[in-house]
């Protein structure tokens, strides 16, 4: 059965927020909500780094990270086994959605989220342009909205909107239950981690950090099923060849479910060492 | 709540105020919000059953909503 997943490289995330914008925009989010968070780790306010500069000659310890968050499309949700009406439920593929007919606005979902991913509409929704955009249509005002892994895509073949806008190609999107899916061979070959882990939600997004997952090309709007001949990588390192396919340049918004052969990801060089992931000098 | 830098991922002697916080000017009972957010929390932990969650706050959901259509439902309970 399908179980949909998603990896994101911290070590390739450059905190541009392209995946917050182009959420917004795929999703029709409202003027003042976010879906798709990507959070600095370090100072207080956004792109901000803790730690100071270095001084004397000796090291500093700037440091800043991001963290990008969103839906956790948990295998466990407190979320659905509190909404009293059954609006949040969990899809056959794993992708948690909210029934916005259902949603009575209680929010008791957002209070057992332990990941702050929804939001709540409290005044009627703005649009910018005020007709809206992308596919998705405009919820009413007061329920509670969240990503859906831009299930609307997913169910055409399509990654979400996110994945494919990520300039870095830090998002990989996939099947879980598939050992040969791209998101199972990343999780399989790189280090990975859940957010809150010990709250025992089963996250289904991955996170890698301290090694950098080699990129992978945009390949247009093939199918997973049709790029099993698909060599991604000739040469081993982390670098797209050139004749790599049709999509070419990073942030190409054309989609496609990504393939990965298990040696481009196995003889990878990373660009971060692990030890000095932290980025304190 | 939709700032986008709220930090999040809080810890736990934390959540609570912001969970009040997210259901102030409810017009449903933030009490019960906070009560059935934490234990489903519990639930997904694995120190509360789906079943004992479920009959926990059973005749409270019934109370306050009218209905009572949450997943945790065990197979055979009784509604009424």
New interface residues.
């Given amino acids: 059965m399908t179980n949909y997943g998603l990896v994101i490289d911290q070590e390739r995330c450059i905190g541009c927020h392209a995946c917050?914008i182009s959420c917004k925009q795929e999703n029709n989010v409202p003027m003042?909500?976010?879906w798709n968070?990507?959070?600095?780790e370090g100072g207080d306010?956004?792109d901000t780094p803790s730690g100071g500069y270095p001084t004397d000659g000796g090291n500093g310890s700037l440091d800043m990270q991001y963290?990008p968050?969103a839906c956790q499309h948990?295998e466990?949700?407190?979320?659905?086994?509190?909404?009293?009406?059954?609006a949040t439920?969990t899809r056959d593929d794993g992708i948690v959605e909210i029934d916005y007919e259902k949603c009575?606005?209680?929010?008791?979902c957002?209070?057992?989220c332990?990941?702050?991913?929804?939001?709540?509409n409290w005044d009627e929704p703005e649009h910018m342009p005020e007709e809206g955009t992308g596919d998705v249509p405009a919820r009413p005002q007061g329920v509670v909205e969240k990503c859906t892994f831009c299930s609307h895509r997913v169910d055409e073949g399509l990654d979400p909107a996110c994945v494919v806008n990520c300039p870095a190609d830090a998002r990989i999107f996939g099947d879980l239950d598939d050992e040969a899916s791209t998101v199972s061979k990343y999780i399989n070959q790189y280090e990975t981690h859940q957010?809150?882990e010990?709250?025992?939600?089963?996250p289904k997004t991955y996170y890698i950090s301290g090694e950098m997952s080699p990129g992978r090309p945009q390949t247009s709007d093939k199918l997973e099923s049709e790029l099993d001949d698909v060599q991604v990588w000739s040469d081993g390192t982390d670098d797209v060849p050139a004749d790599s396919g049709s999509g070419g340049s990073a942030g190409s918004s054309t989609g496609g479910i990504h393939s990965v052969d298990d040696d481009a990801v196995g003889d990878a060089v990373p660009h971060v060492p692990a030890v000095d992931a932290g980025g304190d000098d | 709540m939709s700032n986008p830098q709220q930090p999040r991922l809080t810890p736990l002697p934390e959540w609570e105020e912001e969970a009040e916080a997210m259901l102030d000017g409810v017009e449903y009972d933030t009490d019960l919000g906070v009560r059935m957010a934490r234990d489903a929390i519990r639930v997904s932990n694995g120190e509360l059953t789906d079943a004992e969650f479920h009959e926990k706050y059973h005749e409270q959901v019934m109370e306050e909503f009218g209905k009572d259509e949450r997943p945790t439902k065990p197979e055979g309970f009784d509604d009424d």
């Fill in positions: 917050a003042g909500q976010f968070r990507v959070l600095t306010k956004m963290q968050t948990c466990n949700a407190p979320c659905v086994k509190v909404c009293p009406v059954n439920y009575i606005g209680c929010r008791y957002m209070a057992a332990p990941y702050n991913a929804r939001v709540f957010l809150l010990d709250r025992g939600t089963k």
